[in-house]
C-alpha cells in the first residue's frame, strides 16, 4: 500500500535556499508540496528583501508546476505584521487541510521561534527542512546541481557593490570575503533560481537599472518579452 503524503505549503522567495527547501522536502518523500506563498511589498509589487517582480516570481512559479498565492504587505512593515498577513492567508489553506508550511531557514533560532510562534496562534506548524545544514556545504550542492541563480541584492555593509548582478556559481563563492555567510543566511546578498533539474523551463530573464535602498544594492531582475510560447518540458 502506497502512503499518502502530508500536504504542506513552502513560504517561497525565489531565492536558492526556498530552492532547496522544495528539493529537500521532495527528498524526504514525507510531505506533497501542494503550493507555495509569496510576501510581496503593496506600493512596488515586489518579492519583499530579495526585489524581485511580482511578474518574474509568477512566472518561476509555472516553470516548477506549483500553484502560489501572493500575499500583499506593506512596504517596509515589521515582522509582526508580516506574519500577520502570512498568518490570514495561510488560514484559508488550514481551513482546507493543510497544517504545515515549511520555510528555508538555516540557524538563525530567533527567526524560528517567531516563525513557529506565529503559526501555532492559529493551529498550523512551522517546518525547516534545512535547518542546521553546514551552509557551505549547502551553497556546493546547489552549485554541483547546477542549478542557475542571480544575485538580487547586497547589503554594502558584508559585500561591494559588484556582487550584485553576478551568477551564484563557483566564481560568486570564492570570491566571497572572509566572515560572509555562503548563503547569504545573514541578509548578506539574496538569489534569484531561473533554471535547474526541477524547473520545466528556464525563466527568461533580464537585468533592469540597478537602484540601491539604504544600504541594499538591487539588480532589477525583470521577465523576458520574448518568453517562448511553447517551453520544451524536461522529464523530472
Given at each position: ?10 513560504a ?29 511589498s ?7 528583501t530579495?526585489?524581485?517582480s511580482r ?19 506593506p ?43 506565529c503559526?501555532?496562534?492559529i ?13 557551505q ?7 554541483h546541481?547546477?542549478?542557475k541563480a542571480?544575485?538580487?541584492c ?6 561591494p557593490r ?35 533539474p526541477?524547473?520545466?523551463?528556464p525563466?527568461?530573464?533580464k ?5 540601491s ?6 539588480c532589477d ?11 520544451m518540458?524536461r522529464?523530472?
Amino acid at each position: 500500500m502506497v502512503r499518502s503524503l502530508e500536504p504542506i505549503l513552502l513560504a517561497w522567495s525565489g531565492g536558492k535556499e526556498s530552492l532547496m527547501a522544495l528539493r529537500e522536502l521532495r527528498r524526504q518523500k514525507e510531505f506533497d508540496v501542494c503550493g507555495l506563498v509569496t510576501a510581496v511589498s503593496d506600493s512596488d509589487q515586489r518579492v519583499t528583501t530579495h526585489g524581485v517582480s511580482r511578474e518574474v516570481v509568477e512566472e518561476q512559479a509555472r516553470a516548477l508546476g506549483l500553484p502560489i498565492d501572493i500575499v500583499i504587505v506593506p512596504k517596509g512593515c515589521c515582522p509582526h505584521t508580516y506574519n500577520d498577513c502570512l498568518a490570514a492567508a495561510a488560514a484559508a489553506k488550514r481551513d482546507r487541510g493543510v497544517s504545515k508550511i515549511a520555510f528555508g531557514d538555516l540557524y538563525l533560532d530567533d527567526v524560528r521561534d517567531f516563525r513557529e510562534e506565529c503559526l501555532e496562534m492559529i493551529g498550523m506548524e512551522a517546518i525547516f527542512p534545512l535547518w542546521q545544514m553546514d551552509t557551505q556545504e549547502l551553497a556546493w550542492a546547489y552549485v554541483h546541481a547546477k542549478y542557475k541563480a542571480v544575485v538580487t541584492c547586497v547589503d554594502e555593509q558584508s559585500l561591494p557593490r559588484s556582487f550584485v548582478g553576478r551568477l551564484y556559481d563557483r566564481a560568486f563563492l570564492s570570491d566571497l570575503p572572509l566572515g560572509v555567510d555562503p548563503c547569504g543566511e545573514n541578509g548578506e546578498f539574496h538569489t534569484f533560481v531561473f533554471d535547474g533539474p526541477v524547473f520545466d523551463h528556464p525563466v527568461l530573464i533580464k537585468q533592469g537599472t540597478p537602484y540601491s535602498e539604504a544600504s541594499m544594492h538591487y539588480c532589477d531582475v525583470l521577465g523576458q518579452s520574448n518568453r517562448p510560447k511553447q517551453a520544451m518540458r524536461r522529464a523530472r
